[in-house]
């Protein structure tokens, strides 16, 4: 019964260089949601996808950050030319939602702790 | 746009006391959820309110749902040091999707044995 996993669970980038973060969700859940935590704060709230739909990305940053979700495979969190203020604690979580309308409870993976070096 | 505030950000306590950690939104909740983190872990569901003035207890943790559905409550009756972590209350956000959720800031809580 594996829960959500998160892989890598430490990755160290220098300046510039490119993080990918991967997800994969409670089996049978096709809703993921990505959050990010800085240190000693709540978690912020980036993106929310369906199974290869991004359904809200309001929380995401407007450049070098995308998500995906592809029909195959894990979800993807993607920063490009990561700068130091990228140094986080990413978390994915996912629910089953299968109606939008309900407030389903998400189930939280492990998260990728990003150092920028 | 929506906040959720929750008060104190640290409470420290010694073991057998009592613990509240409070949270206030500025709109009116469909449900309330509070998770905790353990240090260096992820959050871990706790519980979901729904009704307004609802009350639930599981062992020696009591949360509330306030009758306006702004504000909830997480009361932890003689604290162990097992209860040490950060508790988070968390609303959905609103809008065109309602996965996501909008969180508190989070009550650190640390228990001297």
């Known amino acids: 019964n594996a829960g959500v996993m998160q892989n890598p669970r430490h990755l160290v980038r220098r300046r510039g260089q490119e993080a990918r973060l991967r997800c994969s969700p409670v089996k049978g859940h096709s809703h993921v949601y990505w959050y990010r935590q800085l240190p000693e704060e709540g978690l912020k709230f980036m993106v929310y996808?369906?199974?290869?739909?991004?359904?809200?990305e309001s929380g995401m940053p407007k450049e070098r950050f995308s998500a995906e979700f592809p029909k195959e495979g894990p979800s993807i969190l993607r920063i490009q030319q990561v700068v130091r203020g990228d140094s986080a604690a990413y978390f994915c979580?996912?629910?089953?939602?299968?109606?939008?309308?309900?407030?389903?409870?998400?189930?939280f993976g492990p998260g990728t702790r990003l150092l920028v070096l | 746009g929506q906040q959720v505030m929750q008060i104190p950000q640290y409470q420290h306590v010694q073991e057998g006391e009592d613990f509240t950690t409070y949270c206030n939104s500025s709109?009116?909740?469909?449900?309330i959820q509070w998770y905790k983190q353990r240090p260096g872990g992820h959050p871990v569901f706790l519980i979901q309110?729904?009704?307004?003035?609802e009350v639930k207890k599981q062992k020696r943790l009591t949360f509330q749902f306030g009758e306006a559905k702004k504000n909830s409550s997480l009361h932890i009756t003689a604290t162990q040091t097992t209860d040490v972590g950060t508790y988070f209350c968390a609303g959905p956000a609103g809008g065109t999707s309602y996965g996501k959720l909008t969180f508190g800031q989070g009550t650190i809580l640390t228990v001297h044995p």
């Open positions: 709109t009116t909740l469909s449900n």
């Open positions: 979580a996912s629910s089953p939602s299968r109606d939008r309308r309900r407030q389903e409870t998400q189930y």
């Open positions: 309110l729904v009704k307004s003035g």
């Open positions: 996808l369906q199974k290869e739909n991004i359904i809200d």
